[in-house]
């Protein structure tokens, strides 16, 4: 059992869990049914690859997640280039994977280590650095989900479909950028200040 939650061992200083350490995969609870499609013993047994006390799902999730915020950047250059398909292909690509990590990293470890702090929780940085990840990541991944199904199919009906593209590309690329922010403060009160 070491390295995984147990509530039976209290708090550090921070008030954060002791002794956690799968914070982005949410193995934690030996009671707590975890999702049987996620690969266990990559993510929840492996240590992490980046020195911080995090497990692999951890750090492999944060290496991804910045990558994916430099295709971003990559297709707004190509938006201004007036180069729509491959920006299409880039931005939906992004969406598509996030989806994948929210699904096998990120939401299980939000159920599991988030949920059940809140409200009481959110006065401590470690659940609210999370938690206003947790909500703007799914703001930003909703709308993305709505754009791509606005501009790459008929499924949205014409009543519900936005005219000008620019405002709502923007609006999504700034929620993006303050989810990947919140991410790394995530990362950081989990992962790094625990350490101190």
């Given at each position: 059992?070491?390295?995984?939650?147990?509530?039976?061992?209290?708090?550090?200083?921070?008030?954060?869990?002791?002794?956690?350490?799968?914070?982005?995969?949410?193995?934690?609870?030996?009671?707590?049914?975890?999702?049987?499609?996620?690969?266990?013993?990559?993510?929840?047994?492996?240590?992490?690859?980046?020195?911080?006390?995090?497990?692999?799902?951890?750090?492999?999730?944060?290496?991804?997640?910045?990558?994916?915020?430099?295709?971003?950047?990559?297709?707004?250059?190509?938006?201004?280039?007036?180069?729509?398909?491959?920006?299409?292909?880039?931005?939906?690509?992004?969406?598509?994977?996030?989806?994948?990590?929210?699904?096998?990293?990120?939401?299980?470890?939000?159920?599991?280590?988030?949920?059940?702090?809140?409200?009481?929780?959110?006065?401590?940085?470690?659940?609210?650095?999370?938690?206003?990840?947790?909500?703007?990541?799914?703001?930003?991944?909703?709308?993305?989900?709505?754009?791509?199904?606005?501009?790459?199919?008929?499924?949205?009906?014409?009543?519900?479909?936005?005219?000008?593209?620019?405002?709502?590309?923007?609006?999504?690329?700034?929620?993006?950028?303050?989810?990947?922010?919140?991410?790394?403060?995530?990362?950081?009160a989990w992962y790094i200040a625990p350490l101190r």
């Amino acid at each position: 059992m070491a390295g995984l939650w147990n509530p039976t061992l209290g708090q550090t200083k921070g008030g954060h869990p002791a002794g956690i350490n799968l914070g982005l995969l949410g193995y934690g609870h030996k009671d707590r049914a975890s999702p049987d499609f996620v690969p266990k013993v990559v993510f929840s047994q492996m240590k992490g690859f980046l020195g911080t006390g995090a497990t692999f799902g951890a750090d492999l999730n944060l290496i991804v997640q910045l990558i994916m915020g430099v295709a971003l950047v990559a297709g707004v250059v190509l938006a201004k280039g007036r180069r729509y398909r491959a920006h299409g292909i880039c931005q939906s690509t992004v969406l598509l994977l996030n989806l994948i990590m929210i699904a096998l990293v990120m939401g299980p470890s939000f159920r599991l280590q988030v949920t059940p702090a809140l409200p009481r929780g959110l006065h401590k940085h470690y659940y609210a650095a999370a938690a206003v990840h947790g909500f703007l990541g799914i703001a930003a991944e909703l709308l993305g989900l709505y754009i791509v199904l606005v501009a790459g199919t008929n499924v949205v009906p014409q009543s519900l479909r936005f005219k000008n593209w620019k405002p709502w590309m923007r609006v999504e690329f700034i929620l993006w950028a303050f989810v990947l922010l919140t991410g790394l403060a995530t990362y950081c009160a989990w992962y790094i200040a625990p350490l101190r």
